[in-house]
């Protein structure tokens, strides 16, 4: 049947892949148009195309409890399971947001801890806008960077239930991970050394200062000396 799991497919934390997604939610997915015209029969290649056609993220919304094609889309890469070269292709993705969006969601829920966060980080870099449809079927406009805190420190998202990975510093202390370093701290680091060189070279420019004054002060005092002797001649 079109909604059975791939033969070759692997178990995903102990279960079949698409039970990742809740039940009701499935069965919502079968029924909906989106998924018997544009999905049905959707190999690893088609599917980037159908992912480069989305506009959108989101989970379910409305009062059907319709699901988005985004939210379609991940349980057909759930079903077809694709090979994680794939994923990471779709992961480092930089014309198509939606493409990145969708990579990022399916490793959060098949990947190891190491790997979420291996490939998941390097995307808080990634400010550009997306639109999320809300349960109301209203669009709110959020950021790339939001939307992978949300995957790496949320139970949720997109109305999946998101596997539990290890904590960051756990995989720090047992040599798992290296401790992140965030493109702030980079520029903290820059601003920081641009500072003490300026606190550095300040001294040196009031030293000049002092000893311009002092030569401007002489130089006064030798000028005004034989006015003073033509005076006292006078008198």
């Not at 997604?21 to 980037?48: D, G, M, N, P, Q």
């Amino acid at each position: 049947m079109a909604n059975r799991t791939a033969k070759d497919a692997v178990t995903v934390k102990g279960t079949n892949p698409q039970y990742l997604v809740e039940k009701i939610t499935r069965s919502r997915i079968y029924e909906c148009k989106y998924w018997k015209e544009k999905c049905f029969a959707v190999t690893a290649e088609l599917l980037v195309d159908r992912a480069m056609e989305l506009d959108h993220i989101g989970g379910t919304f409305g009062g059907n409890i319709k699901p988005t094609p985004f939210l379609c889309l991940i349980l057909k890469m759930l079903q077809i399971q694709p090979e994680k070269d794939i994923i990471v292709e779709f992961i480092k993705n930089e014309d198509y947001k939606y493409v990145r969006a969708l990579g990022a969601i399916y490793m959060r829920l098949v990947g190891t801890s190491n790997d979420c966060y291996n490939y998941l980080e390097p995307l808080y870099n990634d400010f550009r806008k997306l639109k999320r449809k809300q349960r109301s079927g209203q669009f709110q406009v959020i950021h790339m960077d939001e939307f992978v805190e949300e995957l790496l420190t949320e139970d949720r998202a997109c109305d999946t239930i998101l596997p539990r990975i290890q904590k960051r510093y756990i995989l720090e202390q047992t040599n798992q991970l290296e401790p992140r370093v965030s493109a702030l701290d980079e520029d903290i680091d820059i601003e920081s050394d641009e500072q003490s060189e300026s606190e550095e070279e300040e001294p040196v420019k009031h030293s000049r200062r002092r000893s311009r004054s002092r030569d401007r002060d002489k130089h006064s005092r030798r000028s005004k000396s034989p006015r003073r002797r033509v005076f006292a001649s006078y008198v």
